[in-house]
């Protein structure tokens, strides 16, 4: 138990389907991550929520919309993806502007078709 | 600007073998920090450790050792008498007093063969 938990573990859409990713922790963190895995790349900071504030947006496409309801809660939803969005989600939490202490979930495995 | 640059793609070793997985980093904080990471193939990211930029003390915890070295801006990473669980990819990643997050290398595959 990491006590980051993502959900699905697994995903499969569509290019013309809407999904949301969910990502939860109960660390007690106060900052929460979302980065994107794809083959042969480093991982890719898409966004940064700090005191359930976006304080970062990597450039990222419109079709990856985050959420942050609360500190303990982050959401990616998905709407109208391309094949080369497939990757793996990480999501991560951890004390804002603290270099200490990042958890990361064990991901979303994302396929576009 | 902050860099992570983990030149070697892919590692294979025969068990037994020691490994050195290098890093090197380029920032222009003062104040930093850098984390080694290793991803087996479940995904998850787990936390191997964490070091300040004042502090070039290496350090041992069992087979796994890192060395810091500020004057090459490296923090190598080396694993002793390797074992087949040891398969991962390893990631080095840096986050500094002006950033919000880490910023990874493009990571290590390393593999241990019996």
């Known amino acids: 138990e990491t006590g980051v938990t993502q959900t699905p573990r697994h995903l499969v859409m569509g290019m013309t389907n809407k999904k949301s990713l969910k990502c939860e922790q109960h660390?007690?963190?106060?900052?929460m991550y979302w980065y994107k895995q794809s083959a042969k790349k480093p991982l890719e900071l898409m966004f940064v929520?700090?005191?359930?504030?976006?304080?970062e947006n990597n450039s990222v496409p419109s079709r990856f919309s985050p959420e942050c309801p609360n500190s303990s809660h982050l959401f990616l939803h998905l709407h109208t993806l391309q094949p080369e969005d497939s990757a793996l989600y990480l999501c991560?939490?951890?004390?804002?502007?603290?270099?200490?202490?990042?958890?990361f979930g064990s991901g979303t495995r994302l396929t576009v078709v | 600007a902050q860099k992570v640059t983990q030149a070697q793609t892919e590692i294979s070793v025969v068990e037994k073998e020691d490994v050195t997985l290098d890093c090197v980093y380029e920032?222009?904080?003062?104040?930093?920090?850098l984390f080694w990471y290793k991803q087996p193939p479940s995904g998850e990211l787990v936390f191997l450790i964490r070091?300040?930029?004042?502090?070039?003390q290496n350090e041992i915890s069992g087979r796994y050792s890192w060395n810091f070295q500020k004057s090459t801006s490296s923090f190598n990473f080396t694993i002793t008498a390797s074992q087949v669980v040891d398969s991962a990819v390893y990631f080095c990643?840096?986050?500094?007093?002006?950033?919000?997050?880490?910023?990874f290398g493009k990571g290590t595959s390393l593999l241990v063969t019996p």
């Open positions: 991560a939490s951890s004390q804002a502007r603290q270099a200490n202490g990042y958890t």
């Open positions: 660390l007690g963190h106060n900052a």
């Open positions: 070091r300040n930029s004042f502090d070039e």
């Open positions: 929520y700090s005191l359930e504030e976006r304080v």
């Open positions: 920032t222009r904080d003062t104040t930093y920090y």
């Open positions: 990643a840096l986050i500094s007093n002006s950033g919000y997050a880490l910023n």
